[in-house]
C-alpha cells in the first residue's frame, strides 16, 4: 500500500507543480522592479560609431508618476535635468538656460543620441496595468530556465504595443525582452543582467538597450548605487528644481 501511494504522489506530483498564470509572472515582476520610491546613481555607456562615450547622473522616483534626473557629467552634459510628473515630462539645458516639454513625436527622440527615447525613460508604469499576458513554454537564456512570456497591451498609449519576454523562473525578473511595434515590427531589444537581491528583492544592476532600426551596439545602463522606500522631499518633484 505505502509503495502505491509513493507511485501515485511521483505520478500526480508533476501536474500538481502548475506553472503560474501570465498574470501572476506580471505581477512577480513588478513586486522585484516598482517600488514605492527610489534613488539611484548610474552610467549610461552608449556605443555607436564614433566610439563610446559615458553618461553619469542621479535620479529620483515616486511610483510611476513621479521622477527626477540629474546629469553629473560630462562636463557637457553636466546640469542637464529631466523632471516627469504623471504623463507629462520637461527637460532643462543649462547651455541655453531653458525648460522644455517634451510630447508628441518628440517623445520618440534619443536621449543624448543613446537607443534609449524619451518615451523609454518615461515607461515605468507597472506591466499588470498595461499588458496581458501568455505564458508559452520555457526556454534557457545565459543558463538560466525561462518563462517564455507574451504580452499584448491593454492601453492604446503604451510605447510598445507587444513584447516578448523570457523571465527567470527562480527570480521573476525578465533576463530578455523583445519589443514590438504595432506594425509587428521588432523595434528594441533589452537584455537585464547581474541581478542581486536587495531589500528583499531582485534587481538588474546591468541592462543593454538595442534599438534594432539603426546600427551600433547598443546602450548600457549601469546602476553603481540603489536604495528603495526612501525619504524625498516633495521640492524634488518640481518644475523649480529643474533650475536650482
Not at 501570465?22 to 546613481?41: H, K, M, Q, T
Not at 532643462?92 to 534619443?110: E, F, K, N, V
Not at 543620441?113 to 507597472?126: F, K, P, R, V
Request: glycine share 6%.
Amino acid at each position: 500500500m505505502k509503495t502505491f501511494v509513493a507511485l501515485l504522489l511521483l505520478l500526480v506530483g508533476p501536474s500538481m507543480a502548475a506553472e503560474p498564470t501570465g498574470v501572476e509572472i506580471l505581477d512577480a515582476i513588478d513586486a522585484n522592479l516598482s517600488s514605492e520610491n527610489r534613488f539611484l546613481r548610474s552610467r549610461m555607456i552608449i556605443h555607436n560609431r564614433r566610439g563610446e562615450r559615458t553618461i553619469e547622473s542621479q535620479s529620483w522616483g515616486e511610483g510611476t508618476t513621479r521622477s527626477f534626473t540629474e546629469y553629473l557629467s560630462p562636463p557637457r552634459e553636466a546640469g542637464t535635468k529631466m523632471l516627469k510628473l504623471e504623463d507629462h515630462l520637461w527637460t532643462y539645458s543649462p547651455s541655453t538656460d531653458r525648460t522644455i516639454q517634451i510630447s508628441g513625436h518628440m517623445l520618440r527622440q534619443s536621449v543624448m543620441g543613446s537607443d534609449l527615447s524619451y518615451e523609454d525613460m518615461m515607461d515605468d508604469a507597472d506591466l499588470s496595468s498595461s499588458y496581458d499576458a501568455t505564458v508559452e513554454g520555457t526556454e534557457e537564456v545565459d543558463g538560466r530556465v525561462c518563462w517564455k512570456v507574451q504580452l499584448e497591451a491593454t492601453k492604446p498609449d503604451v510605447a510598445y504595443q507587444s513584447r516578448r519576454m523570457w523571465v527567470d523562473k527562480e527570480r521573476m525578473v525578465p533576463l530578455l525582452q523583445e519589443l514590438f511595434g504595432k506594425s509587428g515590427r521588432l523595434l528594441k531589444t533589452m537584455t537585464l543582467s547581474d541581478l542581486q537581491e536587495i531589500y528583499g528583492r531582485w534587481y538588474p544592476m546591468k541592462s543593454r538597450f538595442k534599438d534594432e532600426l539603426k546600427s551600433g551596439e547598443g546602450t548600457e545602463f549601469v546602476i553603481d548605487e540603489i536604495a528603495f522606500d526612501q525619504d524625498i522631499p516633495d521640492h524634488v518633484f518640481t518644475k523649480a528644481s529643474l533650475r536650482k
